[in-house]
């Protein structure tokens, strides 16, 4: 199986927290509900920020930074 890449703009997000769980403090912080939702297999970065309104390439610099790549 090939390694996850954080950047893969089809990453479910249960797959991003089971890789870098480090990052769902940047979810937390942006108060999104997005760890621990059962949709996590389904939904992706992209589908999280349309939702909550975040400017998707700074998102993921912070997702970046706390997985610390």
Do not use: N, S
């Amino acid at each position: 199986m090939k390694r996850a890449k954080i950047d893969d703009p089809d990453l479910p997000l249960a797959l991003l927290f089971k890789a870098w769980p480090q990052t769902a403090a940047v979810f937390i912080r942006h108060g999104m509900l997005c760890y621990g939702c059962p949709i996590t297999p389904f939904h992706t970065v992209i589908d999280c920020c349309r939702e909550y309104h975040l400017e998707e390439q700074a998102f993921r610099a912070e997702l970046r930074a706390a997985a610390g790549l």
